[in-house]
């Protein structure tokens, strides 16, 4: 199974800042077949970014993905208001399909 | 509008059993794999299972926490996958997402195993 170790567990920044989110997997994560979610309190995860980079229908181009292999990385250029809330990445390239712990971005 | 919805959620004792169903709509459901992942109180997202397309062998894979309890299936002249949970234990406990792919999400149903 592929662990993923998101860091940092908690970023705290100010609206217009620049959030940049890490993801390690323990080993090499196939086709890139890396994902991205943000979930709010309440909410269902909210698909941000498929295949390290693709920003899902709907995702402001504020948010970027890069990555391969078994580092990548979310960046939100200039955080909105809308956006602090808990990051998740997914590995959904090997079985079994596994999660982060998660990042947390909150208002300093 | 492309949406899942889930439901069959509920109070349910220890040992117990019960029956989640995941309906699509909007897309063809037949052409998508379907997966349930699940969320503990204040915890965060584990897979739970998936089940494959009919032209993928309609197989299943699931995770080690529920081999061997837990089953999905899916009736695609329906557009619905079920997910069946026998000898439920208070772990299980947690709001149950079922997904197309990893693209659309429904809302959650909320299982509680509790005496």
């Known amino acids: 199974e592929i662990v993923l170790t998101q860091s940092p567990g908690a970023l705290s920044l100010s609206p217009g800042e620049r959030a940049t989110l890490s993801c390690r997997a323990s080993q090499s994560v196939s086709n890139s077949k890396l994902a991205w979610y943000q979930q709010k309190p309440g909410q269902a995860p909210r698909l941000l970014i498929y295949?390290?980079?693709s920003r899902a229908t709907g995702t402001p181009n504020r948010f970027s993905g890069s990555g391969s292999g078994t580092d990548f990385t979310l960046t939100i250029s200039r955080l909105e208001p809308e956006d602090f809330s808990v990051y998740y990445c997914?590995?959904?390239?090997?079985?079994?399909?596994?999660f982060g712990q998660g990042t947390e971005v909150e208002i300093k | 509008e492309v949406q899942v919805v889930e439901s069959g959620g509920g109070l349910v004792q220890p040992g117990r059993s019960l029956r989640l169903s995941c309906r699509g709509f909007?897309?063809?459901?037949?052409?998508?794999?379907m997966t349930w992942f699940r969320q503990a109180p204040g915890k965060g997202l584990e897979l739970v299972g998936l089940?494959?397309?009919?032209?993928?062998?309609?197989?299943?894979e699931y995770a080690a926490s529920v081999e061997g309890r837990f089953t999905i299936s899916r009736d695609d002249s329906k557009s619905i996958a079920y997910l069946q949970m026998n000898s439920l234990k208070t772990e299980d406990t947690a709001l149950y997402y079922c997904t197309r792919e990893i693209l659309t999400w429904g809302r959650g149903t909320l299982v509680t195993v509790s005496s």
């Open positions: 295949g390290a980079s």
């Open positions: 997914q590995q959904y390239g090997n079985s079994p399909w596994t």
């Open positions: 909007g897309f063809t459901f037949g052409d998508s794999a």
């Open positions: 089940i494959r397309t009919e032209a993928f062998g309609g197989t299943a």
